[in-house]
């Protein structure tokens, strides 16, 4: 079995990134698919937790899957790339990536804005990476460095909250920064269902069963307030996002539910 192993091995390991990221289950040496699945599944804290304290556990899962086996391949979230490429450096493995991720026609955005030097340098940092996520407290101008990054990128975008209040911040934010008239600015909650040309803000339950409606009008993904956002909708909403670019925003490194993996995996990691 090893011999044969040994010979399948110098094969490349074709790599699929698009919405998510499929790896063939039978090119991946048994070590590299053993920590894949240490990595991706693991137990669920609010399982533990109730079980500790001898609650009723309900139709709480014991364990969270974050890769999951599907006709011969692993199906894994595409913000844990970075670490699957690390993956195979470490055992040797040699790998073809084969991009299928979505990129749209620009469209023209005109920042009105200065960025202070500490917001010029976390900017270098995620215009360098496809995707990732941005960790700063409050005041620390997240949402301005998001704006000029969606003016850089070009790309039709959609930003995602976790609550309503905010879908009115971003409005203002847009059409203060971007200068995007109010009209054009989309809207996805309270009621209303509009895409915009070039950007849209949506409460993240309102686009829960929408995204494959929009998903090919959206070369930007934004989510903002990502440690907020209740997990299952976050992931079933980022995961059916196949746009090239994705950042997330976060008041913090940790969820108070004990899932920030959760940020990483379907975001990616930490770009600043």
């Given at each position: ?132 996520t ?22 039709p975008t ?17 059409v ?7 009209d ?43 440690h ?45």
């Amino acid at each position: 079995m090893e011999a044969n192993y040994q010979g399948m091995r110098q094969r490349p390991v074709s790599i699929v990134v698009s919405e998510r990221i499929k790896v063939p289950v039978a090119s991946l040496p048994p070590m590299l698919a053993k920590k894949l699945n240490d990595r991706l599944v693991f137990t669920n804290p609010e399982y533990e937790f109730r079980q500790s304290r001898g609650e009723w556990l309900g139709n709480v899962p014991p364990q969270i899957h974050c890769l999951y086996e599907q006709r011969g391949s692993y199906f894994i979230p595409r913000g844990f790339l970075t670490q699957l490429l690390e993956l195979c450096q470490h055992f040797k493995v040699k790998y073809r990536l084969i991009d299928r991720q979505r990129t749209i026609d620009p469209v023209d955005f005109q920042f009105h804005g200065v960025l202070k030097d500490y917001q010029e340098l976390a900017f270098k940092e995620i215009i360098s990476r496809d995707q990732g996520t941005l960790v700063g407290d409050a005041k620390s101008g997240k949402t301005v460095i998001a704006l000029y990054l969606i003016a850089q990128r070009r790309q039709p975008t959609m930003i995602v909250v976790p609550n309503v209040a905010l879908l009115g911040h971003w409005k203002e934010k847009l059409v203060r920064f971007l200068e995007v008239p109010p009209d054009e600015v989309g809207l996805v909650g309270e009621g209303k269902f509009d895409i915009g040309p070039r950007v849209s803000v949506a409460h993240v339950s309102a686009l829960y069963r929408r995204v494959r409606d929009i998903r090919a009008r959206i070369g930007l993904l934004v989510v903002d307030e990502c440690h907020r956002t209740p997990s299952r909708t976050f992931t079933q909403v980022v995961s059916h996002f196949d746009c090239r670019y994705l950042l997330g925003l976060s008041s913090t490194s940790q969820r108070r539910d004990r899932l920030s993996r959760l940020i990483y995996y379907y975001v990616g990691d930490i770009l600043h």
